[in-house]
């Protein structure tokens, strides 16, 4: 199954080299950043780099970057979402001449990036989230990001096959669209398995409280549940307290594998060298910036986490199988009739939400299955 | 609410939470306790409890046994409180004002020091299985006790004893109510202060080791959610005794619990106001238990 | 060290006019107080394997090297004054305020929930936004005072858990009754009207809120020192026993300082809700109000004094980044400094005087 990652994103890789190299015909970005073979790349995380979860993620792909040739990367952690990330980002510029910034965090964008933005034209910003809007964002901003739902899809679909007790859990940060979306697919790739299967949520407040997470973790397997995942920044906590409560657990941003070897399922893994790699080379080509990209596990901007041993073969079968129609795009996750569970028809029957639709980035209801 | 919700699960999730959350508050706030008793306050108690658990994790990453990390947690725990006596005992200085120093620098150095730990896995203490006799996992874990949980109620006990029946306990006490009457019966004032604030520091250190290699169990920068500042208010609450501290502190541990464990049981929404339902309870303690009585005379709290 | 405090006390003995020589003393306590913190730090990083040579020019680059530099020095420095004097002023009544975080917050809440209902008002939107941001800052810390005064809650505890329970309602009202429903994954308050805004100084990349900053330093100054009021809260402060028995209110006068440096730090909260992110969301508990304690300890209380320890503190920060990028050090760094320079403050003076003193008594005049 690494196989088949690997060569789905090196097919990706392809791509975006041969599209940025039919795309460089002199845009006003050619005299910039064409000059030479070189380019200063800046990656600022809102939280430690080995977090084993959001910044984790953003810092190994950051450190494949770093590899390629021609490239200073520059990074910088813990930086807070206030003049804090403005003035990294100058300094990044005025200090050490970079060409291209990854601000990774969700609440960097508005109004940080967008300030910075303004006041320095020639240097491009790539903002992780999904903000970007053309004619009203500058271009030399752009948004990527990933639809991690299909990650947690497969995670659903994993955890239906392992749980026994049929009831799953979730810890959640907080109640915003991208987290309710996450929560509402890993609940439907259950009970794609078993619709009897129904998913509580804790909501612990914040992005990191490791004591609150943990507790939560526990209330949730003493409520029965006998898989966990979750969308907080580290989902090291919660990972090991419920290996250590016996249940097994789904990972979640990066690879947990290695923290609960004999609980871990699978894993909804971001995989930003796609991105990252497509507005490296559309930079350093100078071609324009590429301002609003995305994709999922077809595109190589998600990954899976090696099975482990808790996952059946006939769930690794499963899962794999899901998988594959995925990557066919044969696989559409939120399509009617679908009901929310207060019994509210939220997606109307014949009506299927492509990942692409906006209507998903609002996304205000848990889906009929989940309990919170 | 849904059929299959278990709400008898709360309360003992909640006394569970208690055992679990409520162990580095019984530490801190013995050792804030302590500290207290020989008339000085310790708010840097919380670099302590930070350092303390950074210490244990990489203590006990380095030497692979939990308990050479709980032994560095308490030396560093120590060493920080020895400094908050030695400067408090220069003249003229705020010993409020040296805690929250020492809790800066205290946090600091952690957090310096801690980054190689945050990716490596450490030793966890091992704890009893007393609810091995029953078949409900619930009871199972609400009755799986991790071993710094029987030291901290042998600490109190200590501590008590230490306070009501030896000399080193009286002598202690008396400096911390009256500075005058001390000198004049020629106690060794600072000795004694020094030993107590560094016992407290070593205290906290070691609530400290619990957050950090039992529950949670891992070590990041957001391990400690201000427990070490809580640690003051939970002091005044247990009226400066050693017993009280540990029901003060199960009651903060299982309210931090009973949040939690409400949403998982269905009930839902105004989370962020539970989780401020300790402090809530903690200002309304403080600002209706109209008495004053246990408070040494020397702190600057009681004045 | 010896050779610092021996020089201050052949200035002291020096000067005739007992206030200038006050002030020297003060001066002479604070610079030996940064030579001990730039020593203890320095050992510090030589015992963590770095050269702190290196660290220090580029602690000063980062910091004060270039317009670039003073420009983010400032920016920092900002919030820090207000949010200082929220420790300052309490601080005159004898009372240790350590929650004015919360006031932030509140301030910073009321004015962006007012701030959205006036974009009719053009510039006059911000005076009415001030103002809210201070009374909401001002009752926050203003209930610390009367806390202490009428149920003898101690101020340092009270107003701590007063601050967590501002985040938590904060957080409440944010991502609750008070969220803008277009604020999808970022749950804010609606954002502000263009005449809610606060702009920039002309030209120069630093908000507006620095010229408040530095005018409420300025009139707090003139309030403590050139005031009866500012007077009888010396008294009050100083000794309160003495204070009662002349007459003075001193309750009353300790829940109106604790009143005035929450409405402080509550017009912090507004400058950065009106310059900064444009609505109140989860990024304004940026921990402001606890720097600002650290801040008003290195000032030694004094409102004047907290403008170039604003700048000192501000700076640190600044070139935090700096640190990370070209020395790979952790962020942490800056904060393992601010712990130094915290204690030496507060360790220098007293252990001069015990050095200067010992110096007397061996060469008796």
Partial sequence: MSESRLSVSRRHFLQAVVAGSLVSLAGPWSRALAAGDKLTVGFIYVGPRDDYGYNQAHAEAAAQIRKLPGITALEEENVAETVAVQKTMESMIELDGAQLIFPTSFGYFDPHVLKVAAKYPGVRFAHCGGLWREGVHPKNTGSFFGYIDEGQYLNGVAAGHASKTRKLGFVAAKPIPQVLRNINAFTMGARSVDPSITTRVIFTGDWAMPVKEAEAANSLVDQGADVLTCHVDSPKVVVETAARRGAMVCGYHADQSALAPQAYLTGAQWNWVTPYTTLVQAAMSGAPMPNFIRGGLREGYIKTSPYGPALSAAGQAAVSATKEKMLAGALTIFKGPLADNKGRTVIAAGVELAQTDVALEAMDWLVEGVQG | ?303 | ?365
């Fill in chain 3, 1 to 365: 060290m010896s050779a610092t405090s021996a020089s201050a006390v052949a200035v002291l003995r020096a000067a005739p006019d007992p206030r200038l020589a006050a002030a020297l003393r003060a001066l002479a306590g604070t610079v030996g107080a940064l030579a001990l913190a730039a020593l203890l730090f320095g050992a510090f990083l030589v015992a963590a394997g770095h050269d702190p040579l290196a660290v220090y020019a580029l602690l000063w680059k980062g910091a004060f090297g270039s317009a670039f530099a003073w420009q983010n020095t400032l920016l920092r420095a900002a919030p820090l004054m207000l949010t200082a004097l929220c420790v300052v002023l309490p601080a005159r009544a004898g009372l240790i305020v350590i929650g004015g975080e919360g006031a932030v917050l509140m301030g910073g809440l009321a004015a962006a929930a007012l701030g959205v209902h006036l974009g009719g008002l053009g510039g006059m939107a911000l005076l009415p936004m001030a103002l809210a941001g201070a009374l909401a800052g001002g009752v926050w810390i203003g209930l610390v005072g009367l806390l202490r005064e009428r149920r003898g809650v101690n101020e340092a505890i009270g107003s701590l858990l007063l601050a967590y329970i501002a985040a938590a309602l904060f957080k409440h009202l944010v991502e609750g009754p008070l969220r803008d429903p277009a604020s999808l994954n970022k749950p804010s308050t609606p954002a502000l009207p263009d005449a809610a805004r606060l702009g920039e100084l002309a030209g120069s990349g630093v908000h507006a809120g620095l010229v408040i900053g530095v005018l409420a330093c300025v009139l707090a100054h003139l309030l403590i020192h050139h005031t009866p009021w500012g007077f009888g809260l010396k008294v009050a402060g100083g000794n309160p026993r003495a204070g009662r028995m002349v007459g003075l209110p001193v309750g009353r006068l300790a829940i109106a300082a604790c009143g005035l440096g929450g409405a402080a730090a509550g017009l912090a909260g507004m400058i950065e809700v009106a310059a900064v992110h444009g609505a109140a969301n989860s990024a304004l508990a940026a921990g402001y109000g606890y720097a600002g304690i650290l801040v008003a300890f290195v000032a030694r209380q004094q409102p004047l004094a907290i403008l170039p320890t604003a700048l000192l503190v501000g700076g640190v920060a600044a070139s935090g980044g700096l640190l990370q990028r070209r020395l790979g050090l952790p962020d942490a760094t800056v904060n393992v400094l601010q712990g130094f320079l915290f204690l030496s403050i507060l360790v220098a003076e007293p252990l001069f005087q015990a050095v200067a003193q010992r110096i007397r008594r061996r060469r008796p005049r």
């Fill in chain 2, 1 to 303: 609410m849904s059929a299959d919700v278990d709400l008898w699960a709360v309360p003992l999730a909640v006394f569970a939470g208690a055992i679990r959350a409520g162990s580095p508050f019984l530490f801190v706030s013995l050792g804030e306790c302590l500290t207290e008793r020989g008339g000085r306050i310790n708010l840097g108690l919380e670099g302590a409890l930070v350092m303390g658990a950074m210490s244990a994790y990489g203590g006990a990453v380095l030497s692979g046994s939990p308990w050479l990390g709980l032994l560095a947690a308490i030396v560093a725990g120590g060493l920080l409180g020895l400094l908050h006596g030695l400067i408090c005992s220069l003249p003229r200085v705020n010993d409020i004002a040296v805690g929250i120093g020492l809790m800066l620098l205290g946090i600091g150095l952690a957090f310096f020091l801690g980054k190689p730990f945050i990716q490596p896995r450490a030793p966890g203490l091992p704890a009893f299985e007393l609810g091995a006799w029953s078949s409900n996992p619930l009871v199972r874990e609400a009755l799986r006790i991790n071993v710094l949980f029987p030291l901290g109620l042998a600490a109190c006990a200590l501590m008590h004893l230490a306070l009501t029946r030896t000399r080193w306990g009286l002598a202690l006490r008396c400096v911390g109510d009256s500075q005058d009457t001390a000198r004049a019966l020629g106690l060794p004032i600072l000795r004694l202060r020094l030993s107590a604030t560094a016992l407290g520091g070593a205290l906290a250190g070691i609530g400290g080791a619990s957050l950090s290699l039992f529950y949670p169990g891992s070590w990041n920068e957001g391990l400690s959610s201000g427990q070490g500042l809580m640690a003051v208010a939970l002091v005044v609450f247990a009226r400066w005794q050693p017993w009280r501290c540990l029901y003060a502190a199960l009651l903060f541990g299982g309210a931090g619990a009973l949040g939690p464990a409400l949403q998982a049981a269905g009930v839902t929404g105004a989370y962020h106001l539970f989780n401020a339902a300790p402090y809530v309870l903690t200002l309304a303690l403080m600002a209706f238990a109209s008495e004053r009585t246990g408070a040494p005379g020397e702190l600057r709290l009681s004045r």
